[in-house]
T-cell receptor, first 112, second 113 residues
């Protein structure tokens, strides 16, 4: 059973468009993180959200943690080719286990 | 150097070979991890070391043998691997085992032939 499901699995859009990707679970997470992984590289941490309903902004990226702490979304405004990559959500399930569980990933391609 | 460095970046090995992957972190972290990333599968945690002691082994086959001689270095020794072991192997570190924010290396792309 996959704890963190991400959607869509693949997304290809034109430069300048907006997009949202999702990370969903039936389990409660004490926090969720978003990573971006570029081809040939390891994942790089973008943000950590901790409080239910929390919204964090990182330039054109907006991250939201669901009120029930079971889901999260990443919204990108005016996408640029540099946003291309594999976006991964991850977190420790909220039952005292600090092991980081990763989602299935969304592979995003921004077409110039 | 800063961050987490992995060598080699690419490795091709036969099923009867023995090889080792190396990871070095320059962040002063106390916890280090090995992950496996296969196509169409989520990142899989393999091993966790905290202060040079192995604290987690996620049912990884014995053909993978980790070693952590000190808090800055982590190795993954490989022996008689199978083609299905071909994957990107990622090393990561965090301040402590209980701190979940991980810093990853660039990975070693392993191909078993």
């Amino acid at each position: 059973t996959q704890l963190l499901e991400q959607s869509p699995q693949f997304l290809s859009i034109q430069e300048g468009e907006n997009l949202t990707v999702y990370c969903n679970s039936s389990s409660v997470f004490s926090s969720l993180q978003w990573y971006r992984q570029e081809p040939g590289e390891g994942p790089v941490l973008l943000v950590t959200v901790v409080t239910g309903g929390e919204v964090k902004k990182l330039k054109r990226l907006t991250f939201q943690f669901g009120d029930a702490r079971k889901d999260s979304s990443l919204h990108i405004t005016a996408a640029q080719p540099g946003d291309t990559g594999l976006y991964l959500c991850a977190g420790p399930p909220n039952f005292g286990n600090e092991k980081l569980t990763f989602g299935t990933g969304t592979r995003l391609t921004i077409i110039p | 150097e800063t961050g987490v460095t992995q060598t080699p970046r690419h490795l091709v090995m036969g099923m009867t070979n023995k090889k080792s992957l190396k990871c070095e972190q320059h962040l002063g972290h106390n916890a280090m991890y090995w992950y496996k990333q296969s196509a169409k599968k989520p990142l899989e945690l393999m091993f966790v070391y905290s202060l040079e002691e192995r604290v987690e082994n996620n049912s990884v086959p014995s053909r993978f043998s980790p070693e952590c001689p000190n808090s800055s270095h982590l190795f993954l020794h490989l022996h008689t691997l199978q083609p299905e072991d071909s994957a990107l192997y990622l090393c990561a570190s965090s301040q402590d085992h209980g701190r979940i924010e991980a810093f990853f290396g660039q990975g070693t792309r392993l191909t078993v032939v």
